[in-house]
């Protein structure tokens, strides 16, 4: 299989957009056996966010670096999970999953849903295979939990993965100190009235991690399941 850089621009090729890499994953991707790179940068600053180091650190590794390990494990491994950080901002993204896709990997992108137009073009040429995209908040509670006020393109990014046929998940991490029940009732309306049914997966906030905004401990005092309707199924993680 031809691996050199006949997709790729020297530019995206060399520079340093990797933060670290997973070697080996059997929860990140479904059913599947994968790596996950870790992009740093990230163009939201959640308060409960885990990966301080990899949104506000330089990345460490080029593409060329990662390169030899995904061809050292080609076809011992199905997938690459893109992670981060914000795995989309990074300029050349799509050339390198491009190359990722000529090894023979299936493709999971973990996005925070503020780059539609990035998605879109991913899917158009077919490269990504499953997509986990974080619905952080309801509108009016975006901004004071990430810093950042992309809403609009969390739900650009949901419409355009439910008018595709690309395998996809929506998710929420909870703490209790900033969103409530009312507010995961609103965002699963919400999920409705833009014709998203099927699961919707709640992550609890873990209490030991260290976070960008120290928001201290969660404790959920409700059923998170309860808050589904006919159209949407809670599964807690
Ligand atoms: S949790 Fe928020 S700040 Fe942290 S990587 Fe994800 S989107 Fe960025």
């Given at each position: ?14 520079r340093?957009l ?22 740093a ?57 491009t ?31 499953y ?27 949901l419409?355009?993965?439910?008018k595709s ?6 998710r ?30 709640i ?35």
């Amino acid at each position: 299989m031809n691996t050199n850089n006949e997709y790729i621009s020297k530019n995206s090729y060399l520079r340093k957009l990797i933060y670290s890499i997973t070697p080996f994953t059997l929860l990140d991707y479904p059913d599947k056996t994968a790596c996950i790179i870790w992009f740093a940068g990230c163009n939201m600053r959640c308060t409960y966010c885990y990966n301080p180091e990899i949104v506000t650190g330089k990345g460490k590794y080029s593409f060329d670096d990662v390169k030899n390990f995904l061809l050292s494990r080609q076809y011992l491994l199905d997938a690459v999970v893109m992670s981060g950080g914000e795995c989309l901002l990074s300029d050349g993204i799509i050339d390198i999953i491009t190359e990722i896709k000529s090894m023979g990997y299936l493709v999971k992108i973990d996005t925070n849903g503020s780059r539609p137009e990035t998605l879109k073009q991913l899917i158009n040429k077919q490269l990504i295979d499953y997509v986990a995209l974080d619905f952080k908040a309801t509108k009016a509670k975006t901004f004071e939990i990430t810093k950042a006020d992309f809403y609009a393109e969390f739900v650009s990014c949901l419409d355009i993965l439910i008018k595709s046929d690309i395998q996809f998940e929506v998710r929420t991490t909870i703490h209790s100190s900033l969103l409530d029940q009312s507010d995961i009732q609103e965002m699963i309306n919400e999920l409705s009235a833009l014709g998203y049914s099927g699961k919707y997966y709640i992550q609890h906030f873990r209490n030991e991690s260290e976070t960008i905004g120290n928001p201290g401990p969660s404790y959920c005092d409700f059923n998170i399941i309860d808050c589904g309707n006919e159209m949407i199924e809670v599964v807690e993680r």
